[in-house]
């Protein structure tokens, strides 16, 4: 997987090739798809959700250009395999699931594999995490109709926050680096993710 699907594309962090080389991302599929888990698309994890491509993964992650020292903000842990990707890379993560049984799964699955320098939070990730913060670096993985406030808020000078923003079938993957000034926003390509729901995202189901 990480030959064909993440290092032929591009990807050239090598912390973010180490992590996924490491973490074992068909644990984070249902049983009758785990023989599908290093295939370069998504899947289904329940609840009309999925976890991300790998190549996507890997490519919203480098862009968040992790040290090892950074606080990070996930929204959307899903399945908790991209927080098991943060949490190889990052100091300590926050992760936002406004699903319970996703939630429940994730932490669970994240603690058997020695996972333990995350928290998981039930709640609206569209507020962020205003106790915890500010972070050095904020991923979102689910679609948004446009930057939510708080969490440039909630980002540090010089933090980043990668976020697909767009309409309900197709995003542009955006890079949000607060400075002094203001924010630089940069456009790292098409995606397509399931919606963004909350307050700062889209309503509903």
């Known amino acids: 997987m990480v030959e064909e699907q993440i290092i032929s594309r591009g990807i050239r962090d090598s912390g973010v090739i180490e992590a996924m080389k490491k973490v074992p991302r068909h644990l984070f599929v249902e049983e009758a798809l785990q023989s599908q888990g290093y295939s370069d698309h998504p899947l289904p994890i329940g609840e009309k959700q999925t976890i991300s491509q790998p190549y996507m993964v ?117 890079r949000v680096t607060k400075t002094g000034e203001g924010i630089k926003r940069e456009d790292l390509g098409g995606c397509r993710f399931v919606k963004l729901i909350g307050r700062y995202g889209w309503e509903g189901e």
């Not at 399945?79 to 996703?102: H, N």
């Open 58 to 174: 890997a490519l919203m992650t480098e862009a968040l250009q992790l040290t090892g020292k950074e606080k990070v903000l996930e929204i959307g842990a899903g399945s908790g395999y991209q927080t098991a990707i943060l949490a190889e890379l990052g100091e300590k993560v926050f992760s936002i699931e406004r699903i319970r049984s996703l939630a429940i799964r994730a932490r669970k699955l994240l603690y058997e594999l020695g996972y333990f320098n995350f928290e998981i939070k039930i709640f609206d990730g569209t507020y962020g995490w205003v106790e915890e913060g500010p972070f050095d670096a904020i991923i979102v993985t689910a679609g948004a109709p446009d930057i939510p406030q708080p969490l440039i808020d909630q980002l540090t000078i010089g933090g980043r926050l990668v976020i697909p923003v767009g309409d309900a079938f197709v995003q542009d993957l955006i």
